[in-house]
């Protein structure tokens, strides 16, 4: 230690080091009692004072990592819980912590292979075997039935009809494989969509699919069509970023068309988020290209409401037209199997017939 141009003696230094830890040793001990209080932000405060004086404490690093768990701070949790286990390879309440993280995002193959890594005999880590197997137990679903009907008023022409079964099997936490056929009527014309899609969390926050679908004697739907996408959660939290990022090749009567689609998903909180599109046509060699905004929010744990807006290349006859929508609706849980669907679209194409459409869904889970 040094002031400008002094030197400071020996025996400053000596009484300065052990100041210093004494300081941080009654922050470790402010904090964790603030934390074991209930006041997390409280006890972050001191423990990060704490670790400014002994950045390798790895005690210090698992009483942050216990804070910001408590403060919901998952992803803060999580660095500060692999930073112990760096400084401590043995910690096993470290390895704790990382699968109380992972059961509160819903990863239980994650929170397992955690517990899995602990290796002496642990009562907290047996008890929390127990509640992730009992969460497993509960997953929401294991089948899931979708039925969605609409119709739409078409100005001066004839209405438009639609009918999607959409039948799903979730194998386990991480793979969900679905079947889909879609029957719609368009100016007298009908057509049955057909489509397998498998879906796969292959990380913890990151998730793939993949679908191939087609139409017998295809009027105006794709005659064949693969898709392939991918989300990545950024960050997570209360504020979580998820990047996604949808890919189509489609055959269409009128030919071939491809579809690239990137959007970002932004939660403002657990219970609401916004999704913006970026939607991208190609087709005989020409490119064209809009947007989709969304909005939920889920004022209970049961009612979710969305409305939106795009200006986008629309597809549904077959080839891209330019067209302004506005859309919104309501999603009801009644009871633990059932869902109640209602949503409405205004639709303004570049041409002489807007349409409106209302869309009525159900669904069952069990």
Known sequence: MKLTGV?????????????????????YEAGVAARQAGNPDEALRTLNRAA?????????????????????????????????????????????????????????DVARVELDGIRQPHAEADALRTQIE?????VPWRWRIDLVGSYSWVDRLADWQSATLVVQHRFDERTTVGATADATRRFDRADIYL?????????????????????PDAEYRPQRQFGVG???????????????????????????????????????D??????????????????????????????????RLFAGASD???????????????????????GNHLTLRLSFAHEDPRGPADRDTLGIGIGYRF
Do not use: K
């Open 230 to 268: 991918a989300a990545i959660r950024a960050h997570g939290g209360p504020y979580a970023t998820v990047l996604r990022l949808d890919v189509l090749q489609a055959q269409y009567r009128s030919g071939d068309v491809q579809t690239v689609t990137p959007g970002i998903e932004q939660y403002i």
């Open 134 to 138: 009992a969460a497993i137990a509960e």
């Open 312 to 334: 986008a290349p629309d597809l549904d006859v077959g080839f891209a037209i330019e067209t302004f929508s506005l859309f919104g609706g309501v999603s009801l849980d009644v």
């Open 52 to 108: 400014l004086v002994d950045p390798d404490n790895a005690d210090i690093r698992l009483q942050i990592g216990l804070a910001c768990l408590a403060a919901g701070r998952l992803d803060e949790a999580e660095a500060a819980f692999r930073r112990t286990l760096e400084l401590s390879p043995d910690y096993d309440d470290a390895r704790l912590g990382l699968a109380r993280v992972a059961l509160r995002r819903g990863e239980y």
């Open 7 to 27: 030197a400071l003696p020996l025996s400053v230094l000596a009484l300065a080091v052990p100041a210093a830890a004494q300081t941080a040793a009654q922050d």
């Open 195 to 215: 489509e397998a899609r498998v879906d796969h969390r292959f990380a913890p926050g990151a998730y793939v699919h993949f679908l191939v679908g087609g139409t």
């Open 270 to 303: 657990s219970l609401a988020w916004i999704t913006v599109q970026w939607i991208n046509i190609w087709g005989r060699f020409r490119h064209e290209s809009g947007w989709q905004v969304r909005g939920d929010v889920m004022p209970t744990d049961r009612l």
